[in-house]
């Protein structure tokens, strides 16, 4: 186990959809839920067509929302809300993820591509809300998603995050670009992965064993 690759690392950043849960829980599917209904009722498109036109924005922009925001001029507060009105009950909590969390060194911060407020309930609902030193949003970067460069340096720079000391814990390797280029150690959360891309340093599918292994 590469214990020795993490043992400068004092800036831990996680991602939270189903890096801190896993996607089994079926949190972010009631997201996907609402933003194909919020779609349909915003642009009069069918069901059909409105879950397409989802995964085409994700897949191109990082975000549906940056789709939306970009070729439909959508304003993403509204949407935001509306699409994060979901039930977090399905979540439970995970006491030995946040111990392994909680003993990492140095600074713990979650950044999401969803809202502030979204996280919190959902690392409440988790009960682990207490081991982070910091949660950013989307709104935290201007709205700008990660995989966008710009968005990594805002959130990056507020928080004074040194890279060079870092690691980033993402389930989507888009999310793992930039970090691996800023310095970081990048580890990939994921159930399978049929190959290890060249900016993934790890992969594992068991956050908190991985966590417990490297410090």
């Known amino acids: 186990m590469p ?25 972010f599917s009631q997201i ?11 642009l009069g498109l069918d069901a059909d067509e409105a879950n397409k036109l989802r995964h085409r924005y994700w897949n191109t922009y990082g975000t549906t ?3 939306l925001m970009e070729e439909h001029r959508i304003d993403p507060v509204p949407f935001l809300w509306d699409v994060h009105q979901i039930d977090f009950s399905v979540l439970k909590p ?18 999401t591509n969803g809202t502030i407020p979204y996280a919190k309930e959902a690392l409440l609902t988790l009960q682990i809300s207490t081991v982070f030193d ?12 990660k995989p966008q460069r710009k968005a990594f340096e805002t959130v990056f720079s507020a928080d004074n995050t ?3 000391n870092g690691a980033m814990f993402e389930d989507d390797q888009r999310n793992l670009v930039i970090p691996k280029k800023l310095g ?14 060249p900016h993934v340093d790890f992969i594992t599918s068991d956050l908190t064993t991985f966590l417990r292994q490297i410090v």
Not at 97 to 111: D, E, M, N, Q
């Open 3 to 27: 214990k020795k690759q993490f043992k400068k690392v004092t800036n831990w950043v996680f991602d939270l959809d189903h890096t801190l849960y896993a996607p089994d829980h079926k949190l």
């Open 32 to 42: 996907e839920h609402k933003m194909t209904l919020y779609i349909m009722d915003t």
């Open 65 to 67: 929302l940056a789709g």
């Open 94 to 111: 995970d006491p030995l993820l946040g111990a392994a969390i909680s003993a990492l060194p140095g600074r713990k911060i979650v950044y």
């Open 134 to 145: 910091a949660i950013y949003g989307v709104e935290s970067a201007g709205y700008r998603p």
């Open 162 to 164: 040194n890279t060079k």
């Open 184 to 197: 970081m150690r990048t580890v990939l959360v994921t159930p399978s992965c049929e190959s290890v891309p």
